[in-house]
């Protein structure tokens, strides 16, 4: 039986980011006033948890609930040690397959099961689906996005500017976002972050994977010898091959567009190497990057939890931050 078709547009959300006012849905609607503030947040956290050894009290008994409808595991489990670390109980729904989903179940039936639970808050992965898109802004509790499709993945593009921001400063710094732009949700949400931050952007890529349509004060390269040259911050994202009608050539990619041994040597010395992972070696990064003094990967992985711990207190007012 087809799955009944609902309108949840007639509720009208608060703004872009959700009915809520601390959901995160969307990096849109964030100030830079709000990001700074943010960033505030995660530095005291991690003066914190290096006092105590978490991050809030643990007496707090909030349940927070993670749905995650697309695979995922930097940012599934950095939202859950985020959560443990403040204090939360955290239950998750993580496959398809061991869920009513693969009885026909609707993704906007499953998170109104959940919500009917009386959960605390949502963090929700999801692909492409317009009923749950409408859905998730007009709930009444506090609502994060762990990724949505080939749109938006907010909590990277904070970890990522925040990482920026404690190595180097984001203010005119030069970030290059190199390879599957088109596909990527974290291009599209760095792209907004990294300009309210006010970074200098660049992209380079295969010319059929960069954006359809020019983006304003984002700076597109043809060369990537010439774009490493000048960046400060050379962040790789993933082929996406899974949204690809057809299979990548991933040698070619390489030779072209992967950061090699030798355009390590074009790199500045003190230039900063990021990706938002899952890597694909020998694909984006060949084998030499990891160990190179430049690369920053797992430091991301560790500032993403200081980041989301800081959006669930900030959404809760847990901590007194």
């Not at 304003?216 to 400060?232: G, I, P, Q, T, Y």
Request: charged content about 25%; some cysteine.
């Amino acid at each position: 039986m087809p799955t009944p078709q609902r309108d949840f547009s007639q509720r009208q959300p608060d703004a872009s980011n959700g009915m809520h006012s601390r959901s995160l849905l969307d990096t849109v609607s964030f100030s830079q006033d709000d990001i700074l503030e943010l960033f505030s947040k995660a530095d005291e956290l991690e003066r914190r948890q290096n006092e105590t050894g978490s991050f809030g009290d643990p007496s707090r008994k909030r349940v927070l609930a993670l749905l995650f409808f697309e695979p995922s595991t930097r940012t599934r489990m950095s939202f859950q040690i985020a959560a443990e670390r403040l204090g939360y109980s955290v239950v998750t729904l993580e496959s398809a397959a061991t869920s009513s989903l693969s009885k026909g179940e609707s993704l906007s039936d499953t998170v109104l099961n959940v919500l009917a639970m009386r959960p605390d808050g949502l963090v929700v992965r999801y692909g492409k689906d317009d009923d749950l898109a409408c859905l998730l802004p007009t709930l009444e509790i506090p609502i994060f996005s762990a990724g949505t499709g080939v749109l938006a993945h907010p909590t990277q593009a904070l970890l990522d500017a925040y990482t920026i921001e404690r190595i180097c400063g984001v203010r005119d710094t030069r970030v290059l976002l190199v390879g599957d732009i088109r596909h990527s949700r974290v291009a599209r949400s760095n792209f907004d972050v990294l300009g309210k931050l006010g970074a200098a952007v660049g992209i380079c890529g295969p010319q059929e994977w960069l954006p359809a349509e020019p983006r304003k004060n984002v700076r597109v390269f043809s060369n990537l010898d010439e774009a490493a040259a000048w960046c400060d911050v050379y962040m790789g994202l993933r082929v996406q091959h899974e949204r690809h009608a057809k299979a990548a050539d991933v040698s070619a990619y390489n030779r072209e567009f992967g950061l090699t041994a030798s355009r390590l040597q074009i790199l500045k010395k003190d230039a900063i190497i990021m990706h938002p992972g899952p890597i694909n070696h020998g694909v984006e990064f060949s084998h030499e990057v990891m160990n190179d003094p430049r690369y920053r990967v797992l430091q991301q992985v560790t500032n993403g939890v200081l980041i989301r711990a800081a959006l669930l207190a900030r959404a809760f007012e847990d901590t007194g931050v």
